[in-house]
Structure formats: C-alpha cells, structure tokens
C-alpha cells in the first residue's frame, strides 16, 4: 500500500505514525521536510529528528511564513 503521506516519525511511504514500527527509538527519526528540502536545494540540513519537531528547521521556516502573512490590522 502506497501513501500519498509520509510517517512524520520515519519519512517512510509505507505507514502513518500510528503505525510506525520504530516509533518509540529516537534515532530512527528522518525528517521528510528537510530530507526533501535537502534533495531539492542540495543542502545538508541535519534530518534526524521527526517532522513535527519543533526543533525542525524547515517546520519553523513554514509557520514564520504562514505568520508573516497573517494580517491582524492597524493599530
């Protein structure tokens, strides 16, 4: 079975989180933001930590963006 979104854990096609077989180990965590990040732009962003991280670079860079772009009004 192929799905159309990856493991936020693992990076993998193959599974959602909640099916993740390696889950609970820490170091088995593969970012699929900065791994695609690093495959598009040819860069070298540190890729072991989940997704949803928020130590992730590519996930802060997403919302700041989102956030710049939110108008709250004139004071």
Not at 2 to 30: G, M, R, W
Not at 47 to 60: E, G, T, Y
């Amino acid at each position: 079975m192929h799905l159309t979104e990856s493991c936020s854990h693992c990076a993998s096609n193959e599974h959602q989180i909640s099916d993740c077989p390696v889950k609970n180990n820490p170091k088995t965590a593969k970012c699929h933001n900065c791994h695609s990040h690093n495959t598009k732009f040819n860069s070298e962003a540190d890729i072991k930590h989940p997704a949803n991280s928020d130590s992730c670079p590519r996930l802060r860079a997403m919302r700041d963006r989102i956030a710049n772009r939110v108008d709250y009004g004139s004071a």
